[in-house]
């Protein structure tokens, strides 16, 4: 419970700085240069810049159109977000769909290999679990490659304490 507490009630650390967006944001330092992370919840992604961050991991393409397609119908996005002076790139991005009562499954979570490392994943984990409680969603799941699956368990994901497994049905899997 303690876990749920700290990240409900989380502050800011004394390099991240707190900003009026909707979401917040973090100043970095890099190298003299100062860049801001912003986090946002606008669907309107460029689709192709999705791709390309897709890309930067190594994750299979798929179909625009499905891609944009799966944004619309999406319960809630998060999208993580660069910015140094007027240029902006998109670094990190997850989503959710759910049943607008209960649950909800977070799904597409991807930060850019050069941002990888320092805590950015965790605090595109951290939002996407405060916005659906904020919703009143109780259940958060989500599916993890094995290689990943103990940053899931830091920020308190557990395999189904009733040891219910996914079970998927695949077209020509007869």
Known sequence: MSFWKSLFNSQPTASATTTSSSLGSQV???????????????????????????????????????????????????????QRGAYRRLIGFSRATSDHAFNATIWDVVVHPEFQGRGLGKELMRQMIKELRSEDISNITLFADPHVVDFYRQLGFRPDPEGIK?????PNSR
């Open 28 to 82: 970095e330092r890099d190298n003299g240069s100062e860049s801001q992370i912003i986090f946002s919840k606008e669907k309107d992604i460029d689709v192709y810049e999705l791709e390309e961050l897709c890309d930067a991991v190594g994750w299979s393409r798929r179909p625009i159109r499905k891609v944009k397609k799966a944004i619309q119908h999406s319960f809630l996005v998060i999208s993580m977000w660069e």
């Open 166 to 170: 996914g079970m998927f049905w695949y």
